[in-house]
C-alpha cells in the first residue's frame, strides 16, 4: 500500500499527543503530510511559520514526512498532494462530535478521501494545545507533555527570554 495520508491542525503548539498520532500513522503509511493550518477565525499564539518550523525539526529524521502550512480546504490540499486519508486524533467522547462533523462534511465535498481516527497513548488522552498554553501561564509545569523545543517556545513567548 503506498497510500499517503494528511494530518491536518493547528498545532500551536504541537503537544506530545500530537507526535503520538504522527508515530501512530506513519506504522500504517509510507508517506505522511503534517498540515499546520493558518486559521484566520481562531487566534493562534505561534505564527503558522514557528508552528511548522519546531514540527520540522521535530521530524526531520524521518524522509517520509512532510509539513506545509495550507489556508482555505483541506480536501483541496489533499487532493493536489495524493493524499487521500485525512487522520484526525481521538482523545475522548468529547472528541467525537466535532470530528464526526467535520469527516462527514469532508467526504461530502470529496468522496475518495476518508478519516481515519487515530486514539493516542492513554498518557496523552488528556492533553491538549490550549490547555498547555493555560497551564504555562499559569506557572505549572508541561515537562513530558511536550517536546522541549515547544517549552522553550513558550518560554519565549511568555518571558522573551532565550536559555
Ligand atoms: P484543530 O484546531 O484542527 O483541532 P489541533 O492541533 O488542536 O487542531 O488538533 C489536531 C488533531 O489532533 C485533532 O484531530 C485533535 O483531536 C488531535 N489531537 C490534539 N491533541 C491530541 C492528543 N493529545 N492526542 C491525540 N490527538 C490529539
Same mark, same amino acid.
Given at each position: 500500500?503506498?497510500?499517503?495520508?494528511? &494530518?491536518? /491542525? $493547528?498545532?500551536?503548539?504541537?503537544?506530545? *499527543?500530537?507526535?503520538?498520532?504522527?508515530?501512530? =500513522?506513519?506504522?500504517?503509511?509510507?508517506?505522511?503530510?503534517?498540515?499546520?493550518?493558518?486559521? =484566520?477565525?481562531?487566534?493562534?499564539?505561534? =505564527?503558522?511559520?514557528?508552528?511548522?518550523?519546531?514540527?520540522?525539526?521535530?521530524?526531520?529524521?524521518?524522509?517520509?514526512?512532510?509539513?506545509? =502550512?495550507?489556508? /482555505?480546504?483541506?480536501?483541496?490540499? %489533499?487532493?493536489?498532494?495524493? %493524499?487521500?486519508?485525512?487522520?484526525? /486524533?481521538?482523545?475522548?467522547?468529547?472528541?467525537?462530535? &466535532? @470530528?464526526?462533523?467535520?469527516?462527514?462534511?469532508?467526504?461530502?465535498?470529496?468522496?475518495?478521501?476518508?478519516?481515519?481516527?487515530?486514539?493516542?497513548? @492513554?498518557? &496523552?488522552? &488528556?492533553?491538549? $494545545?490550549?490547555?498547555?498554553? @493555560?497551564?504555562?501561564?499559569? /506557572?505549572?509545569?508541561?515537562? *513530558?507533555?511536550?517536546?522541549?523545543?515547544?517549552?522553550?517556545?513558550?518560554?519565549?513567548?511568555?518571558? *522573551?527570554?532565550?536559555?
Amino acid at each position: 500500500m503506498d497510500t499517503a495520508a494528511i &494530518y491536518p /491542525g $493547528s498545532f500551536d503548539p504541537v503537544t506530545n *499527543g500530537h507526535l503520538d498520532i504522527i508515530r501512530r =500513522s506513519r506504522e500504517v503509511f509510507p508517506r505522511l503530510i503534517v498540515a499546520v493550518l493558518c486559521n =484566520s477565525r481562531k487566534k493562534a499564539m505561534f =505564527s503558522v511559520a514557528a508552528r511548522a518550523a519546531i514540527l520540522e525539526r521535530l521530524l526531520a529524521d524521518d524522509d517520509h514526512i512532510e509539513v506545509i =502550512s495550507f489556508d /482555505g480546504l483541506l480536501v483541496k490540499v %489533499a487532493q493536489e498532494r495524493e %493524499a487521500s486519508v485525512v487522520i484526525r /486524533g481521538l482523545r475522548a467522547a468529547t472528541d467525537f462530535e &466535532y @470530528e464526526f462533523q467535520m469527516a462527514m462534511m469532508n467526504r461530502h465535498l470529496a468522496d475518495q478521501i476518508k478519516t481515519m481516527f487515530m486514539v493516542p497513548h @492513554e498518557d &496523552y488522552t &488528556y492533553l491538549s $494545545s490550549s490547555l498547555i498554553k @493555560e497551564i504555562y501561564e499559569l /506557572g505549572g509545569t508541561v515537562t *513530558g507533555m511536550v517536546p522541549v523545543e515547544v517549552e522553550e517556545q513558550l518560554r519565549e513567548h511568555f518571558t *522573551g527570554q532565550k536559555e
